[in-house]
């Protein structure tokens, strides 16, 4: 365990959501797959949630949140029908996923349940159309051995996938149900991990279990992780939708940052004398500041009526700007919770002003009537006089939270392992039976028979990996890691290659070209294949590999062909070869004349670099030895 964080008191647990690679939805028959381009139809519906769904919710809020949003949601119908749409019972549970996740959780060494039950839980942001999401728990009490520590599986779940937002117009939010009713294996461990690092190591082990069952889907969004992380004295903080496995530890690292530095502005406020009681909801009406204000967001809004209110933050000056971890400020944290709760574009305040086109005079009118002394902050908004006047009452209320610490909510993760305010936290999820779809029985000789037929366990495969491909420990554990182990086996099988150039590509190669921005994941399979034919049969060399990839990531619909002829890759025939061998020879005559023999390494060196991927070594040798004893007698 890292005393860095044990001294902290970090405690995280994971939830890994993993797509299953089954041939229809989980309660329809629709082929799981998601499309581009235009929808084929549309349709709206408005998000009314009830008081009795939404629980423990904080109901108040939600309802103001959702008052007056519509939902537009986008289909096709080769991965919709009426059951997506709300319009029909959903069908039997899909039992080939059922079976995954029954195989999946005997690797984990859980307990099956007897009876698997859907459930109804609520969802309130309209990524179901039916407003809740179907669940069943499959297993519970499972583990799994990290570096001799067992971390406990509290259980596994089989889900349906919600619909996948495609963005937002003021009050429409538009979703794709194309993704909605994927099947989904939830895994969730025990709040057990204390360190970033065992969090990943953990996600990973988990992430190959999956993928050892050799049917999960793939590929970006396939895979995406919840994180609750807490730190002593902090709160519990559940983030959502880490995307990669290899973010995790980012994702903690940086929370439990942002935990220890609101505690250290707690502190600060305490040392700076701030009482509950100085942060009042006195919100002043400052539209006639900026009458003739160069601010352009403000500008607008006062064209379009809307006032500009304000409010003092006693004590709060140069807070707002303290950085909380890696591109988190409070400043973010206050903007975040003011766009939830008040609707609004975002917050200005005195931390980050000068600025936006508010003047230095301006912010010493706004000062005086504000009664603003060194030590204060105020923010203000212009908006809405209603969105203006909630915005600033969930500002206040949290800088009020900011004197007792960090306050419980959920975040979302952002893809470069920071995260932002995305609700309260809700209360325990309620769950009511669906009494649409009818239980199924896990009988104790379906288990024997399942337990007969389970895959081979991560360390099996690997030690397999190893011994079968000839591949160092390294690159066995990468290419298990990666998602392209099933490709590579059947690519290994099929060419002639060496199967360590191949698993070269799929880790390290395609590693490298991701941290240049380089979009490996739009590369298909059969752009692979074709790869790796081609090298097998001498029509290119494995030294294109990079150039070959960077160009197929932005050409999804080419053949590797139009790569190779687009990056002038073809192998150079013999006499090409020998041509160019020629004229490095002519070109280096003196050079040749006084090094003799010793002469050969560095011309090899010019002439690979010359014909760099378009040319076997072994023949560029063999004919520049010849040549070079002709030049030499
Ligand atoms: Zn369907």
């Known amino acids: 365990m890292s005393s860095k964080y044990s001294k902290i008191g970090l405690k995280a647990g994971l939830e890994i959501h993993q797509q299953l690679d089954t041939r229809e939805k989980l309660f329809c028959s629709c082929e799981p797959k998601l499309f581009k381009g235009e929808p084929e139809f549309t349709f709206v519906r408005r998000l009314r949630p009830t008081q009795s769904e939404l629980g423990q919710v904080d109901s108040a809020a939600l309802f103001e949140f959702h008052k007056g949003t519509r939902i537009l949601y986008e289909a096709n119908n080769e991965s919709v029908c009426l059951v997506e749409m709300d319009e029909e019972p959903p069908h039997d549970l899909n039992r080939e996923a059922v079976e995954i996740c029954l195989i999946a959780s005997l690797m984990i060494k859980a307990k099956l349940v007897d009876e698997i039950h859907v459930m109804r839980k609520t969802v309130i942001d309209g990524s179901n159309t039916t407003g809740f999401q179907r669940t069943c728990v499959v297993a519970l009490n499972g583990e799994i051995d990290i570096k001799g520590k067992k971390v406990a599986i509290q259980q596994v779940s089989l889900e349906e996938d919600a619909a996948r937002k495609t963005g937002k117009d003021g009050q429409l939010i538009r979703y794709r149900i194309d993704r909605l009713g994927i099947p989904l294996i939830e895994v969730t461990t025990a709040p057990v991990i204390y360190s970033p690092e065992e969090a990943k190591e953990t996600a990973f082990a988990i992430g190959r279990i999956l993928r050892a069952t050799r049917m999960v889907r793939r590929g970006l969004g396939t895979i995406r992780q919840d994180v609750n992380v807490s730190i002593r004295d902090g709160a519990l903080i559940e983030i ?62 006062i064209k379009q009526n809307k006032p500009v209110l304000a409010v003092r933050l006693s004590g709060f000056a140069g807070l707002l700007k303290k950085q909380l971890a890696l591109g988190m400020r409070l400043g973010a944290e206050l903007a975040g919770i003011a766009r939830f709760w008040g609707r609004v574009g975002g917050i200005f305040h005195t931390d980050e002003m000068p600025a936006y086109g508010v003047t230095a005079e301006e912010l010493n009118q706004l000062g005086r009537l504000l009664k603003k002394d060194s030590m204060d902050a105020v923010v203000f908004v212009a908006d809405k006089l209603e969105n203006a006047t909630d915005a600033l009452k969930a500002v206040t209320e949290r800088a009020r939270v900011a004197l007792k610490g960090v306050p419980e909510e959920t975040r979302a993760a952002n893809p470069d392992g920071t995260t932002k305010y995305m609700r309260p936290r809700p209360g325990a ?20 028979e399942l337990s007969t037929r389970l895959p081979e366990l991560p360390e099996q495969l690997m030690k397999r990996l190893m011994k079968d491909y000839k591949l160092n420990r390294k690159l066995a554990k990468q290419i298990l890691d990666s998602e392209y182990l099933e490709l590579f086996e059947s690519l290994a099988g099929e060419t002639k290659i060496s199967p360590t150039v191949i698993v070269v590509a799929f880790t390290e190669t395609l590693k490298a070209l991701r941290r240049e921005g380089i979009n490996v994941k739009a590369v298909t399979d059969g752009q692979f294949r074709e790869m790796f034919r081609l090298i097998g049969s001498g029509k290119t060399a494995k030294e294109s590999i990079p150039e070959i990839l960077t160009w197929l990531a932005s050409h999804e619909e080419a053949t590797v062909k139009d790569a190779l002829k687009s990056l002038g890759l073809g192998m150079i025939s013999r006499k090409e070869l020998e041509e160019l061998v020629d004229d490095v020879i002519e070109k280096n005559s003196e050079f040749i004349e006084a090094r003799g023999k010793g002469a050969f390494g560095p011309l090899m060196g010019i002439i690979m670099k010359k014909a760099r991927g378009r040319v076997k070594a072994k023949l560029v040798k063999e004919i520049l030895k010849s040549k070079l004893d002709d030049a030499i007698s």
């Open 240 to 301: 959502k939708g880490v995307q990669e496995l290899e973010l995790v530890s980012k994702v903690i690292e940086n929370e439990a940052q942002r935990q220890l530095s609101l505690l250290e502005i707690r502190d600060e406020l305490k040392k700076r004398g701030v009482k509950e009681a100085d942060i009042t909801e006195d919100f002043v009406d400052i539209t006639h500041i900026f009458k003739q204000t160069k601010c352009k967001v403000i500008a607008k809004a």
């Open 429 to 448: 999820a309620r769950m009511y039976p669906e009494t649409d779809v009818p239980p199924i029985q896990v009988t104790k000789a379906y288990i024997d």
